[in-house]
């Protein structure tokens, strides 16, 4: 960590010296392990440490960015005087520029994102949480004839920051995802689905056992799919998939969308966009989270930010710029893309859990779907319009019924958010943005 | 064809000439080397690709140019096949030790004592160069010109409405240098251009907000950007798909016959049956296409192919990224499935014939089948006469992004400008919905085929399990007797 830091600091340097008024720096190691298994033999291993140093520079009101992987002096040293060069091509920006110093702090928490206990886990271990897991799926049921195989990941991961207002931090992390695919086969073809769990600790990852099972499960459930006529009916998304309509929130409050007036979310603080059951925080500081940091890509200290409270909206989400342009505090929502330039990201965005269980949700619907799986990007950010594939399961008086596909539901994002009707109990984590299981009060199932 | 051509014969005056070999002082001895250390505990077949990448990106916004960034990337992965397993490790940067390192870290996937023997490379080739030029590459020009590109979009969106509140402009390049050396004795190299311009909209009108897109380019220079790819016409085209709109119904929801405009609607193919002929889904036996060679999987009015070898577009390529030329694929000829798209692994365990697509998104990752520009054959129709023939369905202009699920054959994709047709005529523009079907059956539902095959502008982007490529797609117009659509008017 040492040495990276180091590195940091002098490329600092060099751009102040080079002309830059202002700068920062971040570099990333990666150390990644990962296998994948089929039919229970390895298919791939791959294995590797690589770097990327991103660099952003300003000259007055002006910027430019730039990475490499290649962090040899030679090329740093060119890419430094290049990258100012550029920003002295680039517009006169009043909004732009490093955050204030006051947002720095020197002290950071320690967010428990390291599990010093990977280390003792050998290749040969780490193969067979992959093997175990496929294993328990093919041997689940004996429709399951086939595999698009198990994996498993693990990434121990270094971050540097630094500027020129004298900002130095670096933290560590861990993190490790363990899935499989299994295949079940029907008179009527085939189906395919998966299950997977994400964390940075040993101790927080289910069994290979557990996930193969899960896996097998939700496979065979999908047999039999027919489609279903086009109809108005309540919508249930299950944890995974109301985690991606949390993340077409997160597009619609994010700060850049919002000074574009790209979003369905606009001119809306203080005022009700959801249904009372809907409280959402976007929360740097969980320990162990998978989308936990002490500081933001731009050095700024994180914290929790309320972003509905209730069905009120109460903040959109920052980078020093978007805030710059709204009058608004940063949030710490700074994140670096591989290029080098700061957007704004999600930590853990979460839609706060209830009190009912998803059984029971499932239970207070008379005929609805029970969506698994989304597919596409039928998602219009800016009017909020949505009309996605879906795979789910039928609920016919208050039960699961019968698995469908090859269908469509559809709405308008502003409509779905004040038509949330009940939220689940089992808040579950897939990376950075989480939720429970949520009824919607109807949208328009396309079918036959 | 104005590419520079050179002789696969004249390979030995172009050894120095990779940038690998010149700047790098990478010799044919290393390349060796390093592959014996690959197959140091045996193993069927390593290779080494080495990729240098420099690209630049601009973004205008607001009426100013808000940042530029450059990329500089380069590194080398090293790959051993022994049987159905794959050991992979990369490095990123070219110092030996790292490199041998890598080797042996990739090695570990094999475990036999035999030795891979000695290797022996052919001296280092330049790859044919078909497609693209290499005399002048974009990276290579000066900013201020890619900066003029921005602003003329910019003032062509602004002056296309006064509806029109936001403009977002940008400019990518890129110049990679490859070189795949191969312990079959296989040294090539190749440098692959490429360029975009895009352009993205805001319109704003009594309190509703509508976004358009549009975008262009391909693996030549800035001379890319004219005629029908002039930053003029294409900021136009984004401008007048936001203002549409503004003005859309609701998109209708069920089944019904729908008209695909030709062009970018060629994601159909690529997701219909593009993924799900991609070899190594095939040799698994989890796409819904295997086993269907020589089957009638589409009408008779349809033939498909994969042809990486146009030159200048998207997803062009002199050769792949395991060093083998591309091909021209025919994938259905006359609505019958006629093959796979293959990279070196699937093709060797299927015993079938290379087809030039094994690709991958650079040296951090291991190559798979992936297509390159995807596109139907011309039929005989004429356009305006598809449309005459639809008593009630829609006509789908333009899309955004789709996906499908291999296994089951479902699979999507969304308009981002569609019309409803009312007794023959195009009537009313349709919020955007997304379009679902079956990949084995909507083919042979392809009822009519225009004379009108056009490719589409150049900024595909396909994703797959994590890696992206840039792919290209194309498509007469055509009838699709039915499909479900997606939207909320019952």
């Not at chain 2, 420099?54 to 205008?60: D, E, R």
């Not at chain 2, 083919?443 to 399990?465: A, F, H, P």
Request: aromatic share 6%.
């Amino acid at each position: 960590m040492n040495e990276l830091k180091h590195r940091a600091e002098e490329v600092v340097r060099l751009a102040k010296s080079g002309g830059a008024s202002a700068a920062d720096v971040m570099i990333r190691e990666q150390d990644t392990f990962s296998v994948t298994v089929r039919m229970g033999e390895v298919e791939t291993l791959k294995e590797a440490i690589s770097r990327s140093l991103l660099l952003r520079v300003f000259v007055g009101k002006r910027t430019a960015t730039s990475n490499t992987s290649d962090l040899s002096e030679s090329t740093i040293t060119s890419l430094v005087s290049e990258t100012i060069g550029m920003a002295k091509l680039t517009s006169e920006d009043q909004s732009g520029g490093l955050p204030d110093p006051l947002l720095f702090e020197n002290n950071f928490p320690n967010l428990d994102l390291v599990d010093e206990g990977w280390e003792a886990i050998t290749p040969e271990q780490r193969i067979d949480f992959a093997k175990r897991a496929e294993a328990t799926a093919l041997s689940a049921d004996k429709s399951i004839v086939n595999s698009d195989g198990g994996s498993f990941d693990y990434a121990r991961s270094k971050t540097v920051l630094a500027n020129t207002l004298g900002f130095m931090g670096a933290y560590e992390g861990t993190a490790s995802s363990l899935s499989v695919s299994p295949i079940a086969q029907a008179a009527d073809g085939m189906q395919r689905d998966f299950w997977f769990a994400v964390a940075r600790h040993r101790s927080d990852l289910p069994s290979p056992e557990d996930i193969g099972r899960k896996a097998a499960q939700r496979t065979m459930r999908r047999l039999g799919a027919r489609k279903v006529a086009t109809c108005e009916v309540p919508i249930i998304f299950d944890p995974y998939t109301a985690r991606s309509f949390m993340g077409d929130v997160f597009s619609a409050v994010a700060g850049d969308a919002i000074y574009r007036r790209s979003s369905y979310l606009v001119d809306q603080l203080g005022q009700t966009v959801a249904s009372p059951a809907v409280t959402i925080v976007d929360d740097a500081r969980l320990l162990r989270g998978l989308g936990s940091s002490p500081f933001d890509d731009e050095g700024i200290s994180t914290h929790a930010t309320s972003i509905i409270e209730n069905g009120v909206l109460r903040n959109y989400l920052h980078s020093t710029y978007s805030a710059r342009k709204l009058n608004a505090k940063p949030t710490g929502n700074g994140q670096r893309f591989s290029s080098g330039s700061v957007v704004i990201g999600p930590t853990n965005f979460c839609l706060k859990p209830g009190q009912v269980s998803p059984e029971d949700i499932i239970a207070s619907t008379k005929t609805g779907l029970y969506v698994i799986e989304l597919i596409g990007s039928g998602v219009n950010h800016v009017s909020g319009d949505y009309s996605r594939g879906a795979v789910g399961i039928w609920i016919e008086n208050g039960k699961l019924a019968y698995p469908v596909h090859e269908i469509t539901i559809a709405g308008n994002l502003r409509e779905m958010l004040k038509d949330v009707e009940t939220i689940g109990n089992d808040l579950t984590f897939f990376g950075s943005i989480a939720a429970p299981t949520v009824k919607i009060r109807k949208m328009v199932v396309s079918g036959e | 064809m104005d590419g520079l051509r050179v002789r696969t014969d004249a390979g030995r005056k172009m050894e120095n000439k990779s940038i690998f070999f010149e700047k790098y002082n990478i010799t044919n001895r290393d390349l060796e080397a390093y592959l014996s250390e690959a197959l140091s505990r045996g193993g069927d077949y390593a290779d080494l690709f080495f990729e240098y990448r420099v690209n630049y990106m601009i973004a205008l916004e607001e009426q100013i140019i808000k940042t530029a960034t450059k990329g500089v990337n380069m590194g080398v992965g090293i790959r051993v096949i022994s049987g159905e397993k794959t050991g992979y490790a990369y490095s990123d940067d070219l110092n030996r030790e790292n490199i041998l390192k890598a080797a042996r870290t990739a090695a570990f996937i094999a475990n036999n004592s035999a030795q891979g023997g000695k290797i022996g490379l052919d001296p280092s080739v330049s790859q044919e160069q078909r497609l693209y030029s290499i005399r002048d590459f974009a990276t290579d020009i000066e900013i201020a010109q890619k900066i003029s590109l921005l602003f003329e979009a910019d003032r062509t969106a602004r002056a296309h409405d006064p509806r029109i509140k936001h403009v977002q402009a940008s400019y990518a390049d890129e110049t990679k240098h490859v070189l795949l050396a191969a312990s079959d004795g296989r040294s090539v190299w190749d440098v692959q251009p490429l360029v975009r311009l895009n352009v993205s909209c805001i319109a704003e009108e009594n309190g509703q907000r509508q976004p358009g897109y549009s975008g262009g380019g391909g693996r030549r220079s800035l001379d890319v950007f004219q005629g029908d790819l002039d930053p003029r016409t294409i900021a136009a085209r984004s401008a007048a798909q936001a203002i549409l709109q503004l003005g859309a119904v609701d998109a209708p929801a069920g089944p019904m016959e729908v008209v695909l405009g030709p062009g970018w609607p060629g994601i159909l193919l690529h997701e219909a049956i593009g993924h799900g002929l991609e070899a190594d889904f095939n040799r698994k036996k989890t796409s819904a296409f295997a086993g269907l060679v020589g089957q009638k999987v589409a009408s008779e009015l349809c033939t498909v192919v994969d042809d990486g070898t146009l030159p200048f577009r998207r997803g062009s390529l002199n050769m792949d990224d395991e060093g083998n030329p591309t091909h021209k694929t025919v994938l259905i000829e006359k609505g019958v499935l006629q093959g796979y798209l293959q990279d070196r692994l699937s093709s060797g365990l299927m015993k079938a014939p290379l087809t030039g697509n094994g690709r991958r998104q650079s040296y951090t990752h291991i190559p798979m089948p992936r297509m390159t520009n995807t596109f139907m054959m011309a039929g005989e129709s004429v356009p305006a006469d598809i449309i005459k023939t639809v008593k009630k369905g829609l006509y789908a202009a333009n899309f955004g992004g789709g996906q499908v699920d291999i296994t089951s054959g479902k699979f999507v994709f969304s308009t981002s400008e569609a019309y409803l047709i009312e007794d023959g005529e195009i009537t009313s523009a349709v919020k955007g919905a997304t379009l679902i079907g079956d990949g084995p059956t909507v083919l042979r539902r392809v009822t009519m085929v225009g004379n009108d095959l056009q490719l589409d502008q150049g900024v595909g982007i396909c994703g797959k399990e994590g890696q992206m490529v840039p792919v290209g797609v194309g498509l007469p117009t055509i009838k699709i007797q039915e499909i479900t659509v997606g939207g909320t008017e019952k």
